[in-house]
């Protein structure tokens, strides 16, 4: 157990090594938002990482608050990322059809 729990925390250490490396050469804002929210997804395994090698259940909510954090950024940045909207492609294609 200790051999697989040695080699989840390498994984996820070199994952967010190359996470962060994403996050700075990033050339968009896009790009370090979601870099950001994986970022977070490895954080939430390193807590569930460490409470396995504990044995224990007293990260559980701090893994829920950051689980939701993560569904909250998310959602926010597919909201808010500029893109065309369904309404304003819909209106385009009446547009072109009228025409």
């Known amino acids: 157990m200790s ?6 925390a390498v994984v996820l250490g070199v994952s ?9 050469m990033g050339p968009t804002m896009l790009d370090r938002a979601i870099s950001f929210d994986v970022l977070l997804s490895i954080t939430i395994c390193v807590i569930a990482v460490d409470a396995a090698l504990r ?3 007293e990260n ?13 950024g ?10 065309s909207d369904d309404v304003e ?10 025409g």
């Open 3 to 8: 051999a697989v729990l040695t080699v989840a």
């Open 16 to 24: 967010a090594m190359l996470t962060l490396a994403r996050m700075t």
């Open 55 to 57: 044995r224990t259940a």
């Open 60 to 72: 559980l909510p701090a893994m829920l608050v950051a689980t939701l954090l993560g569904f909250v």
């Open 74 to 83: 998310s959602v926010s940045v597919a909201r808010f990322s500029p893109g």
């Open 89 to 98: 492609a819909e209106a385009a294609d009446d547009e072109e059809g009228d």
